[in-house]
């Protein structure tokens, strides 16, 4: 948490990204990323479900302790509370929602867990606010989350993701407040960024529909899909394992073993 403060306050923006086992945590670790979220976006990506509603407390704690483990400098968070702090070895836990929230932020903060609220276009409430939609795109909306903002500040949130907000108004919101805001789809005056590893990284298959904010930054699946298909086509023509990749035994000791099995096969 210090950290984070020290790099709001020198306007050093902060990294954050997604994971959602020990691997993906492990290679963000590896990268120098200031946060590290287990968000429930691996319902689609890790779990193949259609939303993250369908996502349980029990599934988002096993994945959460998977992160934990491989995480070492960055600091961790997501969805829910004690549980996840207790069972997950989480840092702090992810909350969707505004004003409507600010209570059980606050309940929250005031046991001792740090809370990183989120704003704007919160995909779990998709259905009340009309699907993926890009939030505070009029006066009126701009203030509607401004006001959110101001609540989950108030509440004691130690920053706040800000998605799918004009880059404008998302800038105006980050130099209202005192806590630091992380951006996904709201522009580069926010105080970070995160995205999803996934997205990010290129690892799914061509076709797969990305909102317009996603940055690809590798291709993952091609790079994977390559080396499976080569492994695969050796295994079938026998060329894998090579010679270098088996242990080897001396002559001799092939010998008697070759002969003490066909003594077997003849029944001595």
Not at 26 to 37: F, S
């Amino acid at each position: 948490m210090g950290t984070l403060r020290s790099m709001y306050k020198k306007n050093e923006p902060i990294t954050m990204i997604t994971a959602h086992d020990f691997p993906s945590a492990h290679v963000a670790d590896a990268a120098g990323m200031d946060m590290v979220l287990v968000g429930d976006s691996l319902a689609m990506v890790a779990l193949g479900m259609e939303d993250t509603s369908e996502v349980l407390v029990e599934e988002m704690i096993l994945h959460c302790r998977s992160v934990a483990r491989a995480t070492k400098a960055a600091f961790t968070a997501l969805d829910t509370a004690i549980r996840f702090v207790k069972e997950g070895r989480v840092q702090g836990i992810k909350l969707e929602g505004g004003k409507e929230m600010a209570p059980t932020i606050a309940k929250i903060t005031r046991a001792g867990i740090p809370v990183l609220a989120h704003i704007g276009l919160t995909p779990q409430r998709q259905n009340a606010l009309g699907g993926f939609r890009v939030q505070g795109k009029t006066a009126d909306g701009a203030m509607r989350v401004l006001e959110d903002a101001f609540a989950v500040q108030e509440a004691g949130s130690f920053a706040t993701v800000l998605e799918a907000v004009p880059a404008e108004v998302a800038s105006i919101i980050t130099q209202k407040l005192s806590i630091p805001t992380i951006g996904i789809g709201a522009g580069n005056g926010c105080s970070g960024q995160v995205l999803v590893q996934v997205d990010m990284t290129g690892n799914f298959p061509p076709g797969r529909f990305l909102p317009k904010f996603v940055k690809q930054y590798g291709n993952v699946w091609a790079e994977s899909l390559q080396a499976i298909k080569a492994y695969h086509e050796e295994v079938k023509t026998r060329s894998y394992p090579a010679p270098e990749h088996t242990y080897p035994i001396s002559q001799d000791e092939l010998g008697v073993f070759s002969k003490a099995v066909r003594g077997k096969a003849d029944g001595q």
